[in-house]
């Protein structure tokens, strides 16, 4: 059987699933989690789904149908029978849940992430998806759980931010028929959209513009960067959730082929890259303990902003003379 055949009979098989998805969730590990939650306590599934601490989601993700779901990491199971996992590269982005996949009987890894380690004992992980969401879609139709609403916007979600609104090279023709089956729910795609890319408090605002008047332009490496402090998330009042979307805004400089945005936080920096050329960020991601995609990749480090930053300029191509 394949990886896919396997997880679907494994899935099928249990009458309890312990769902997770990685630290700081974004739009498709929670979509994607959240949806399979959903269909499976339709199927009358006992079913848990949690992810590591802060267990928070971001404003932009609380409209997510499924979410009533979750439990808190303390009440998750020690060792799942059949615990799954969405859009999670590496063991150790679990956090206190790892110790709960490491006793698993079996573990399924559900991913699109090339630097995923296959961490799982059964490994469903196709790096030519363009979301976790897609793998999901493609497990359901092997389990023969029909659709309905709800999960419908999960997997939309993970679609619609996996793919920037269907931007990214990474948006074929299998993305614009999944978009076109998920939407045939009466999905409110305006207000999903508003909600996910444009609607933001007026302190993240002010935060932002902070962040890129700090910004600094690398010409030799086509590069820029900007970092936030843990002084002003303090000053302006503002969640590290809320700040997922600054990355987008910072790779919107047209000189800059690879972008950078650095995160001050109790557990270490969190860094965020992206990539507008061939140029893989994966690669510099891998090397920090981290990982994630060609065009989009993280790590977390506990060194100081400026080394960080001045780690990766090392690590990056110079494509310009000085």
């Known amino acids: 059987m394949s990886e896919l055949e396997r997880a679907a009979e494994a899935i099928a098989l249990a009458p309890a699933l312990a769902l997770a998805c990685h630290q700081t969730p974004d739009g498709d590990a929670l979509g994607s989690m959240l949806g399979l939650a959903i269909l499976a306590a339709e199927q009358g599934k006992e079913v848990v789904a949690s992810w590591p601490d802060p267990f928070l989601v971001a404003p932009h993700y609380t409209f997510l149908p499924g979410l009533e779901l979750a439990s808190k990491p303390m009440d998750y199971p020690r060792a799942p029978d059949v615990m799954v996992t969405f859009d999670c590269g590496s063991i150790a982005r679990l956090g206190e849940l790892a110790q709960a996949a490491r006793s698993a009987r079996e573990l399924v890894v559900i991913d699109h992430h090339v630097s ?100 600094e332009y690398d010409p030799d490496r086509r590069f820029v960067a900007t970092w936030v402090t843990a002084e002003d998330f303090r000053r302006y009042g503002v969640e590290i959730e809320e700040t997922e979307g600054l990355i987008d805004l910072i790779r919107r400089t047209s000189e800059a082929d690879v972008s950078c945005v650095v995160k001050e936080t109790p557990e270490g920096v969190r860094v965020s890259l992206r990539a507008v050329s061939d140029f893989d960020v994966s690669l510099v991601a891998v090397g920090f303990g981290g990982g994630g995609h060609r065009r989009a990749a993280g790590f977390t480090s506990e060194r100081p902003v400026g080394e960080v930053l001045a780690m990766i300029r090392e690590r990056l191509p110079v494509v310009t003379c000085p």
């Open 116 to 215: 995923n380690d296959g961490y799982g004992t059964i490994n469903v992980i196709d790096p030519d998806a363009a979301a976790s969401a897609v793998v999901v879609r493609r497990l359901l139709e092997l389990l023969d759980w029909p659709l309905n609403r709800d999960a419908a916007e999960c997997l939309y979600t993970g679609l619609v931010c996996d793919t920037g609104r269907f931007q990214y090279d990474n948006t074929t023709p299998e993305v614009f028929h999944l978009a076109e089956e998920l939407s045939s729910f009466g999905l409110p795609i305006a207000e999903i959209t508003r909600q996910l890319f444009e609607q933001h408090r007026l302190a993240y605002m002010k935060l932002a513009a902070a962040a890129i008047e700090r910004a």
